[in-house]
């Protein structure tokens, strides 16, 4: 089993709607969590660190669950440009492992 | 800025063959990475080098060697390629202090063993 667990999908979502995954991690002494966002072919980056006390950024939410072992993200009102596979990682020190992804397609 | 830099970019080898992947970042970061990436199987850790000197296995290491050369360099070599290690490799570094440090990536080196 690995690590970290993510529904592979596809998620098949319409402009304007709203979008949450999550992602579970199986290490409770994991301390450092992220969502990375990767385009087809491309390196992955950086989307948000995920804190304890949960954070926003734009039309963005992560939370981390420590008492469930998860993270989720929210993306509120998708945009065609959010179409892409969204990786979580979590990792104890300097060991981070990444789920195998998430993708998504907003439609038109 | 150069950031994380991967070289080569492209490859292919022929099964038995020895190849090393260079990986160089200019950010001062402490840590190191060496990811390989396949269809479906999202980012699997090969092996990571927490400090100049360091170096621990991942979840894929055999088949694999490291050399964390100095602060600003992370190599990885394929002593006799096979097949199975036909993948894309991204190498990214990570710098130390508080918790939630992300990842640099390269832009990953596309190998192809044939």
């Known amino acids: 089993r690995k690590e970290v667990e993510q529904d592979p999908g596809p998620f098949n979502v319409p402009e304007g709607a709203t979008v949450a995954f999550n992602c579970t991690y199986s290490?409770?002494?994991?301390?450092?969590f992220f969502w990375y966002r990767q385009d087809c072919r491309k390196e992955p980056k950086l989307l948000m660190s995920v804190y304890s006390s949960g954070n926003e950024d734009g039309r963005f939410t992560a939370q981390l669950n420590r008492a469930s072992q998860y993270i989720s993200l929210l993306i509120r009102d998708s945009k065609l440009s959010d179409s892409a596979t969204y990786l979580c990682a979590a990792g104890r020190d300097d060991k981070i492992i990444f789920g195998k992804g998430t993708r998504l397609h907003i439609l038109p | 800025n150069a950031g994380v830099t991967q070289t080569p970019k492209f490859q292919v080898l022929k099964t038995g063959q020895s190849m090393t992947l260079q990986c160089a970042q200019d950010m001062n970061h402490n840590s190191m990475y060496w990811y390989r990436q396949d269809p479906g199987m999202g980012l699997r850790l090969i092996y990571y080098s927490a400090s100049e000197g360091t170096t621990d296995k991942g979840e894929v290491p055999n088949g694999y060697n490291v050399s964390r050369l100095n602060k600003r360099e992370f190599s990885l070599r394929l002593e006799s390629a096979a097949p199975s290690q036909t993948s894309v490799y991204f190498c990214?570094?990570?710098?130390?202090?508080?918790?939630?440090?992300?990842?640099?990536f390269g832009d990953g080196t596309r190998l192809s063993i044939l």
């Open positions: 990214a570094s990570r710098g130390q202090g508080a918790l939630g440090q992300p990842q640099h």
């Open positions: 290490n409770s002494a994991s301390q450092s």
